[in-house]
């Protein structure tokens, strides 16, 4: 079982996930920025995290956390649940 210690949100346009705590090979994948994930563990500066369909590891300055309340669920029939951050408009 994996427990999430808590959520971040990706701050970069294209935010890559490893597979190991280590930026040496190629990504896993790209996020953009304000998906959500669930953190799993910290090494250093690296953060193991999860999202709805991936799991690997990123650099903790690539992410940043914000309260629960900014969290919107994102969901289209047919397709998976997903997690966003929706800015504010001003």
Do not use: C
């Not at 956390?65 to 966003?84: C, E, F, R």
Request: glycine content about 8%.
């Amino acid at each position: 079982m994996i427990m999430i210690q808590s959520h971040l949100i990706a701050n970069l346009p294209e935010t890559p996930v490893y597979q190991e705590p280590s930026s040496g090979g190629q990504p896993i994948t790209l996020v953009a920025k304000g998906s959500w994930f669930g953190v799993v563990k910290r090494l250093g500066d690296w953060i193991q995290i999860i999202g709805t369909d991936f799991e690997g590891w990123v650099k903790k300055a690539d992410v940043e956390a914000l309260p629960p309340l900014a969290l919107h669920v994102v969901w289209t029939p047919g397709k998976p649940i997903s997690y966003m951050h929706l800015p504010h408009a001003s």
